[in-house]
Antibody
Framework: QVQLQESGPGLVKPSETLSLTCTVS??????????WSWIRQPPGEGLEWIGY???????NYNPSLKSRVTISVDTSKNQVSLKLTSVTAADTAVYYC????????????????WGQGTLVTVSS | AIRMTQSPSSFSASTGDRVTITCRAS??????LAWYQQKPGKAPKLLIY???TLQSGVPSRFSGSGSGTDFTLTINCLQSEDFATYYC????????FGQGTRVEIK
């Protein structure tokens, strides 16, 4: 079955760029049936969708983060990547990647499966 | 953005109980509604999508209902492994989640 695994630095300094990679196994990011989404969860808080990418490179971002987010796909490596610039302590969270079922029109869908998540702490 | 409001935020229950969690959308989302279960330190797990469709492998004691703006997750005969936090999520617009409902052991 499809499995996702996030990887990247666990500690990022304020004002720097957070970079994470999601490696997909048991399935292909080139599947036209799905988007690939990033979602985050600050410690003890709820879930926030960050954005998605389609295998073609089409992206869609949460308007609240759009100016700082870039999501890319590497079909040869079966990976999806996230970059978040100018981070602050408010960006401290567990970051998840997830397969996205595609929703109404070009909206994100429901998410399954999810990666295990990776905690990124923003601190000097 | 579409806002999702869950109630209650938390409650205590006993194994064997029937429990109900509600989720209200700030606008009509038809049936574009999913429910997730999250246990401490783990990723959320999809339980229900399309408001009523049980994800493969999820026990039948879980069920969903509703459409439009008002939705319900019901767990019949609560089991020990069901004590967790539950989130609703709409996917009519860009995905937004409810704030979560924590189900604790009484």
């Amino acid at each position: 079955q499809v499995q996702l695994q996030e990887s990247g630095p666990g500690l990022v300094k304020p004002s720097e760029t957070l970079s994470l990679t999601c490696t997909v196994s048991g399935g292909s990011v080139s599947s036209g049936d799905y988007y690939w989404s990033w979602i985050r969860q600050p410690p003890g808080e709820g879930l926030e969708w960050i954005g998605y990418i389609y295998y073609s490179g089409t992206t869609n971002y949460n308007p609240s983060l759009k100016s700082r987010v870039t999501i890319s796909v590497d079909t040869s490596k079966n990976q999806v990547s996230l970059k978040l610039t100018s981070v602050t302590a408010a960006d401290t969270a567990v970051y998840y990647c997830a397969r996205d079922s595609r929703g109404y029109y070009d909206s994100t869908g429901y998410y399954s499966p999810w990666g295990q998540g990776t905690l990124v702490t923003v601190s000097s | 953005a579409i806002r999702m409001t869950q109630s209650p935020s938390s409650f205590s229950a006993s194994t064997g109980d029937r429990v109900t969690i509600t989720c209200r959308a700030s606008q009509d989302i038809s049936s574009y509604l999913a429910w997730y279960q999250q246990k401490p330190g783990k990723a959320p797990k999809l339980l229900i999508y399309g408001a009523v469709t049980l994800q493969s492998g999820v026990p039948s004691r879980f069920s969903g209902s509703g459409s439009g703006t008002d939705f319900t997750l019901t767990i019949n005969c609560l089991q020990s492994e069901d004590f967790a936090t539950y989130y609703c999520q709409q996917y009519y617009g860009h995905g937004t989640f409810g704030q979560g409902t924590r189900v604790e052991i009484k």
